[in-house]
């Protein structure tokens, strides 16, 4: 046989198994996004200026949200309870590649439900909000149709964190499942190790019993198969500090890290069109396929590592119940904001970016505890301003307690080195920037730059009566 012929055999081998790739992408596609093969590929060859992301929000800087919900879907009681739900938000920068955070929603926090109108319609855990639109609508979309509970689940999260909710995709655990098995499994450094004894073993008996097993998880890193992964994901009742909702959404994160960083390897690219069809007819949502062009083509230059990690937690401005059940009879099974006006809740979420020239500056900021808030469970307020401003990329020290003082201060001890960051943290508390010399070498509580005071303004935030969810 001669070269030419060779290479002409090889040619049409390769142009046939692309094809074939090609058309299974295709029909996954379709199927993710409830259409057919000749719809996909006139959106393909439409490609990203088909989208408003593109031509909308991305040409002019506006932040976007993306829900994500999983939920256990066909053959699980309580179908369409979300017990795992994020909020992808990405922030377009002019010349630079977009910022992005994951912000973890915990699934037992008890809040109102609103819906599209803007109506509160109900009280309950943050996890029934997309039940509630499959089942009864109200989101704007009649109950039972494609995009009800999303409709519902994003009216509600919209109200709680103060920011519009653009899109979502909701995906049932058996096509996560499936999906991390088609890319080959993923990769996860475990922090911690932890035993769950309580983890169910299929379904509960119609009488209400439930069967359980016990699923153990070593520290380190180790790979997983879906339902492993799933097994990781999902598990409530772990020992060593992992039985909490918030341990929970923090696992969620690295698995959502772990799998994006598999699909983008080389391998993943290769098990597209399984990973596609593993998805299917299960996932959800109001994305378009040029949205999601769009969404690819914005996102792709940032790597996972500088993403932003947000979590609602009992350490920033939620709490479990628990310290309260011997006057309410609640559980653990719930958490609530200290401020039941949700304004600190939703102030911090439109500001999760923050002003990247002051970011650059690198300064620690101090933060002291003038609040006078007898803090009825631990960590102290200034403990929690400092992770809460920690998470979203500043370097903070806590300083602890110091006199009461009636007002926040924002004090800037670093002159103009530190200008741009003390006028971003007088800008987020609503007060004027109080300069001051920096303090003498060696003083005790004392730091360099900037000091954020936290004044008994700050600490009423987190001492409202939140009415236990009546």
């Not at 096509?175 to 073993?201: C, K, S």
């Not at 380190?220 to 959404?249: C, K, P």
Request: with cysteine; glycine share 12%.
């Amino acid at each position: 046989m001669t070269a030419r012929r060779i290479v002409a055999l090889v040619t049409v081998a390769v142009v046939l198994v692309a094809g074939v790739f090609a058309y299974r992408t295709a029909a996954a596609l379709a199927s993710i996004f409830h259409t057919n093969v000749g719809s996909v590929v006139g959106s393909l060859i439409k490609g990203k200026s088909g989208s408003a992301i593109e031509t909308d929000q991305i040409a002019n800087l506006q932040r976007i949200n993306i829900a994500l919900y999983g939920y256990g879907g066909d053959g699980h009681d309580g179908a369409f309870l979300t017990d795992s739900i994020m909020v992808i938000s990405i922030q377009p920068q002019r010349d630079a590649p977009p910022r992005v955070a994951e912000i973890s929603i915990p699934r037992d926090w008890y809040v109102p439900m609103y819906n599209s109108a803007g109506k509160e319609e109900d009280l309950g855990r943050i996890n029934q909000a997309y039940e509630d639109g499959m089942l009864y609508g109200d989101g704007g979309v009649a109950a039972g149709q494609e995009l009800s509970g999303g409709a519902m689940a994003d009216a509600a999260l919209s109200t709680l964190l103060g920011i519009p909710i653009d899109y979502f995709v909701g995906v049932d655990f058996s096509a996560f499942d499936q999906a991390v098995d088609a890319v080959g499994g993923i990769d996860i450094d475990v922090p911690v190790a932890f035993t769950d004894d309580e983890y169910p073993a299929g379904e509960c008996n119609s009488d209400s019993t439930c069967a359980f097993e016990t699923v153990s998880f070593a520290a380190g890193e180790q790979h997983m198969d879906g339902a492993t992964a799933l097994e990781y994901a999902r598990s409530r009742h772990g020992d060593n500090g992992q039985g909490t909702d918030f341990a929970r959404s923090g696992r969620q994160q690295l698995i959502i890290a772990a799998l994006e960083q598999k699909v983008l390897s080389i391998g993943g690219i290769g098990d597209l069109p399984n990973l596609l069809s593993a998805l299917g007819g299960n996932v959800d949502t109001n994305l378009s396929l040029n949205d999601v062009e769009a969404l690819w083509s914005l996102v792709k230059p940032v790597p996972a590592s500088s993403y932003l990690h947000v979590q609602f937690t009992d350490q920033d401005f939620l709490y479990e119940c628990t310290w309260f059940s011997w006057s309410t009879g609640c559980t653990a099974d719930f958490e609530y904001a200290w401020d039941s006006s949700y304004q600190e809740v939703d102030h911090y979420t439109q500001n999760v970016f923050a002003d990247p020239q002051a970011l650059a500056a690198k300064a620690t900021v101090g933060i002291e505890d003038g609040s006078g808030w007898d803090a009825p469970v631990a960590p102290t307020l200034s403990s929690r301003w400092a992770t809460m401003f920690g998470e979203v990329g500043w370097t903070t020290a806590d300083l602890g307690a110091v006199q009461t003082n009636a007002t926040t201060q924002v004090i800037n001890q670093g002159g103009t080195k530190d200008a741009a960051v003390a006028k971003w943290f007088a800008s987020y508390f609503g007060v004027a920037v109080t300069t001051a010399s920096p303090p003498s070498p060696g003083t005790a509580g004392s730091a360099d730059g900037v000091i954020v005071l936290l004044g008994q303004d700050a600490g009423n935030a987190f001492s409202n009566d939140p009415g236990y969810g009546s």
